[in-house]
């Protein structure tokens, strides 16, 4: 029997593609059938997704041969000069501890503040202009868009000046046609470059001036290195934020009873040859692992289709973060942001409501990773 193709759709709205949970009970570890014809290992299962993402036996760098790429663009991206996310140790491991300093908890700790201040105005406007209106207002563009977007500016350090206007290029990058993404890219790079070259000259208190003075001017990193690095911390968790604050407000308003416990307690709004999954992956084959359908693995998690505000879990097990080297470095930045956004806009927004009914509500792609487009509310 052929493979099924990769990615699959999901069958409605947000929720994972259906064929997940069939393999994971039926098949676990699967050939699939990529866009390009090529054919790739799959994994479903939490154990073996972890296993997967700690092996030293399988590649993170794109440029090896039989890396499975799901998509056209990855095979322009592998043009462009790799960062740590795609390289293996040592390499790897040498490149990100340039950067782990800036984002460990105690790090973040500091920035709290901040991301309070910033969560803080956003739902602050995002309120008014409802006010002023008196109709619906998309919570994709008017909140979920700008939190992550000002927050991780500020880290990186672009004048305040700024951000509006790169704003604009990081929401379309983020959701529109791919010829208006690829020019958004594109002007955000050469501001990250125009600003990596004013940071080596005149260095500030900020991570990109970090990277110069400690990295740059001590022959540790290219200047272009720099600008690789700094494009990728501004890009790579963006779209995922988004999606994640728009689902999850949207996930609580389809669940009244656990939302009116998170206005009563917004504590609540705090993961060479190989065998994997009783299959042996050769070498030269490529493996791709299914964290979203990891973390509903029912071996792992009871009942993980149900929402459960109260679900008591470890945070290292939550594979959207990844596993193993290369889990995703901005994790307790990313955690900070969404226990902001969650313990303030229902104290701030008690009366927030979904405009449209839940049919009538636009979803990304449903082969492209689950978001919601427009989330229209009245306040």
């Excluded at 110069?212 to 690789?228: C, N, T, W």
């Excluded at 790579?236 to 009244?256: M, R, Y």
Aim: aromatic share 6%.
């Amino acid at each position: 029997m052929a493979p099924p193709e990769f990615p699959f759709a999901r069958d409605n709205g947000y929720q994972p593609p259906s064929l997940n949970q069939k393999l994971r009970h039926e098949c676990p570890a699967t050939k699939v059938k990529l866009y390009d014809g090529s054919e790739s290992w799959l994994f479903l299962k939490h154990k073996d997704i972890c296993q997967a993402l700690s092996s030293e036996h399988l590649s993170a760098d794109r440029r090896t041969p039989g890396y499975p790429e799901i998509h056209s663009g990855g095979h322009k991206a592998k043009e462009a000069h790799p960062t740590f996310v795609n390289l293996d140790n040592p390499e790897h491991n040498k490149q990100r501890n340039m950067l782990e300093d800036a984002f460990t908890p105690g790090a973040i700790e500091k920035l709290k503040p901040m991301i309070q201040e910033t969560v803080n105005h956003v739902i602050d406007d995002f309120v008014r202009r409802y006010q002023e209106q008196n109709s619906p207002i998309d919570l994709i563009e008017e909140l979920a868009t700008p939190i992550p977007t000002q927050i991780i500016y500020r880290v990186l350090g672009v004048p305040d000046k700024d951000i509006p206007r790169l704003s604009q290029d990081s929401a379309v990058r983020t959701g529109t046609s791919r010829t208006a993404a690829e020019q958004s890219d594109q002007n955000l790079q050469d501001y990250m470059a125009s600003l990596v070259d004013t940071r080596i000259e005149k260095p500030q208190d900020d991570m990109i001036s970090k990277l110069a003075s400690e990295q740059y001017h001590k022959g540790r990193l290219s200047r272009d290195d720099i600008v690789q690095i700094s494009f990728m911390i501004l890009t790579a968790g963006n779209a995922a934020l988004i999606n994640s604050i728009g689902l999850g407000v949207l996930t609580l308003l389809q669940h009244p009873d656990q939302l009116g416990e998170l206005k009563k307690d917004s504590s609540l709004a705090p993961q060479s040859d190989t065998q994997i999954g009783g299959v042996t992956v050769h070498k030269g084959e490529s493996v791709i692992c299914s964290v979203q359908s990891g973390d509903r693995d029912e071996d792992k998690t009871e009942k993980p289709e149900s929402f459960d505000i109260h679900r008591k879990y470890s945070g290292e097990d939550v594979l959207g973060f990844g596993y193993g080297p290369h889990r995703c470095l901005g994790e307790a930045l990313s955690r900070a942001e969404l226990e902001a956004v969650f313990a303030t806009l229902f104290q701030k927004a008690p009366e927030l409501k979904l405009a449209v009914k839940f049919e009538e509500l636009e979803f990304s792609d449903p082969k492209q990773n689950a978001g919601v487009t427009k989330l229209p509310d009245t306040v």
